[in-house]
């Protein structure tokens, strides 16, 4: 039988077909701009036990698709999920972000585990087999991790910073030592990610928010070389696995991120320069992006300009439209209306 390009618009752009209205989801869409979002979290007692509530994780991660009708959902969860089975305190305290025990020091990273203990990661692979279950075939689901890089930036420091000056610090004292962190993340992320394709993920993302702050040298050691041993220990166990990855703030270093890590697609924030990105990035993978969530947030003539941007820049290759990076709280609901009623309308 031949298959229907027609029926599956997210996971058609991955494997190659180029869709005349691109596939549209947002990063961070389940989320605080949700007021049905907001009253789960309200009762759940924590932003970690929502995650691994599978019931919750699942419920939240369905909310935006039913609003919107996204073609893709991405599975509810945190990067943080895997410093937390690896053993460290991590905790999110409302308004102020993820706090953990910081791991700054070549002793306490001498007896950093080596192996997260994945029956803690279970409720996650409930939530993913419960949201593929109720999900329609045509809407992709979605599993993730934080690129090593990232986590670790949290992992050293205890919390999120300006700069990621702690890690890039640690990285610079003791690269052996750093070394440690960057391979045990490496291992059990594959293990997660491929934990999360064998429970329903149609495709993973994997998010490292924080590469752009690394120096050339420093991004091909501690955010390509990492994210392409992800990518080669999942593809060694499940070859057709489809990846997103996202280094945010790569900016000219794209095109060496897709050669070297041989992703599917990039996720580009909206600084990335887009002749750039169609001669070096998008003649290769599918591009992903890259809205300015501040002008999602402006909504108006503003939020169309923009929308039209990026249209006139990407749609003539493989695109799946997104924003730059995560919907910010603030944003008012009738402009991701506004913007998914002008993604879908277009005809170019
Ligand atoms: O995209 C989605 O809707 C899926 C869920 C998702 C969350 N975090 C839920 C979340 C995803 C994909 C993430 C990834 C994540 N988490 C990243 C990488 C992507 C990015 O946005 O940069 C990072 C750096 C984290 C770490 C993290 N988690 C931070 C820094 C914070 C605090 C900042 C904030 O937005 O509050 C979180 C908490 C968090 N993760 C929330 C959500 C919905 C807010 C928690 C709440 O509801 O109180």
Not at 20 to 46: H, I
Not at 127 to 137: E, M, Q, S, Y
Not at 244 to 266: M, S
Not at 295 to 309: F, H, P, Y
Request: charged content about 20%; glycine content about 8%.
């Amino acid at each position: 039988m031949t298959p229907n390009l027609d029926t599956k618009p997210f996971l058609d752009v991955l494997a190659g077909t180029r869709r005349t209205v691109p596939p549209l989801w947002m990063m961070r869409q389940a989320g605080r701009y949700l007021p049905e979002y907001r009253e789960v979290r309200a009762k759940a007692g924590g932003f970690l036990n929502m995650c691994f509530t599978p019931e919750l994780a699942a419920e939240v991660t369905l909310q935006p698709i039913r609003r919107f009708e996204f073609d893709a959902a991405i599975i509810f969860s945190d990067i943080l999920v895997i410093p937390y089975a690896l053993g460290r305190n991590v905790a999110f305290e409302a308004g102020e972000g993820p706090r953990l025990d910081p791991l700054d020091t070549p002793e306490g990273i001498a007896e950093l585990k080596q192996d997260a203990d994945f029956r803690q990661l279970e409720p996650v692979f409930e939530a993913l087999r419960r949201v593929r279950a109720a999900l329609a075939p045509e809407i992709a689901l979605i599993g993730f991790c934080g690129a090593p890089w990232t986590v670790a930036t949290y992992m050293v420091a205890g919390h999120g910073t300006p700069d990621q000056a702690p890690a890039r610090l640690l990285a610079y004292r003791h690269p052996q030592t750093f070394a440690k962190i960057i391979d045990t993340l490496v291992e059990n992320s594959v293990r997660y990610l491929i934990g999360q394709l064998d429970a329903g993920a149609d495709a993973l993302q994997i998010f490292d928010t924080w590469a752009g702050v690394l120096p050339v040298r420093e991004f091909q050691r501690w955010s390509i070389e990492p994210t392409r041993r992800i990518v080669e220990g999942v593809r060694k166990q499940r070859p057709g696995a489809k990846i997103i990855g996202f280094p945010r703030g790569a900016g000219a270093l794209l095109p060496a991120y897709v050669a070297a890590t041989g992703v599917d697609a990039v996720s580009i924030d909206w600084a990335a320069e887009p002749e750039l990105i169609r001669r070096d990035v998008q003649s290769k993978v599918a591009v992903q992006g890259n809205l300015d969530p501040l002008a999602l947030i402006a909504g108006g003539s503003a939020l169309d300009a923009a929308i039209d941007e990026v249209l006139a820049n990407y749609a003539s290759g493989r695109l799946i439209f997104n924003l730059g990076h995560g919907i910010q709280p603030e944003t008012p609901i009738a402009h991701v209306e506004q913007m998914v009623k002008r993604v879908r309308a277009f005809g170019g």
